[in-house]
């Protein structure tokens, strides 16, 4: 099969995948990934099935506590005025919206009641929809897909703080090329802890893809080296880098990843094609906090949102596209292997702001 070691990589630092001729292990598991089967206390609500099912099932925590509060809000007011749009800030910032980005959405939507003569209305439709599309125009970006090289490999290097996701995301993602025809080479640079290499290696049987390893305490560029010639020698289509969260300071680490990116750079001109960024969504403003310490120093070009699912700060990805202005590429809902997903903001959208069925 396409990814099975020939000769000439077999001289190469490279592990292949033991079940090589076997479908990724969590392949059987992807029927899970739609809602599952109905209890009899929901059969009222008919299960929505695809993608958007998965975002509506994934995001209600989010949508809760956007829509859903909304909705309560003007329920108790009955109309719009004032005072709803108030208390309608407060509940966007608690949403994880962010306190400017909020601003600027409540001014807006006031703007909108001026212009659109809807002081006092009672319809609470015309509120949900001119917030929706307000959030729409935010999260817009034409640079959504992850950029390649015109040449093969393309490279990424993701970067990220300790705990948020990278090693999985990676995972997922090489996952995905492989599904898609693609063969994909991960490389565990991120040699400050051993159980960090052994976790990626997991991940490599798993996604059933190519991995080149370090060893504790290498230095991670010299990985990337050995990578990226590998890469080449074995015709893969993407290396995807996985790094370290943490060294011993920041300082370090950020020094640690510009070095990757020079040996990146040098063997593949254009290299890396993208520095991906992964934050945890659950951890709200905080995750916006290090997007921007990153960005100040590591040139991020994309950003990869996990734990989308069951946490009520969803929100935090308005903030992340109106505050710095980078797009998020792709959205974790969830730790199997097919739950990586492209961000697509119109499917977001709709998943939000879908009311659910009684
Ligand atoms: N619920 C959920 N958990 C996730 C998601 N992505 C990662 N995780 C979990 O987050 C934890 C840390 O992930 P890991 O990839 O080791 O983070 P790293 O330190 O950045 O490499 C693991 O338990 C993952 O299973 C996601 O999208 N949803
Ligand atoms: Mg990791």
Redesign the pocket.
Known sequence: MFWKRNKQQSELPIDTPRNNDKPPADLSDADQASPPAESPSESKAPKKRGLFGKLFDRLRASRDAILKKTISIFERRGKIDDDLLDELEETLITADIGVETTTRLIDHLRDQVKFQKKKGSTDINWLTDTLQSAIGEMIDSEKRSLKTGTEKPSVYLVV???????????GKLAWRFRSEGKKALIVAA?TFRAA?ID?LAIWADRAGCDIVKGEEGADPSSVVYNAVHAARAGQHDFVII?TA?RLHNRANLMQELGKMARVIGREFPGAPHETLL?L?ASTGQNALQQARQFTDTCGVTGIIL?????TAKGGVIIGIHDQLKIPVKF?????KID??EPFEPEAFLKALFEREEV
Request: no cysteine.
């Open positions: 990220g703080v300790n705990g948020v996701g990278k090693t999985t995301a990676i991120d960090a976790q996985d969260g992964v945890d996990t734990k989308m699912d069951g959205i974790g809902i969830g730790e739950d990586l």
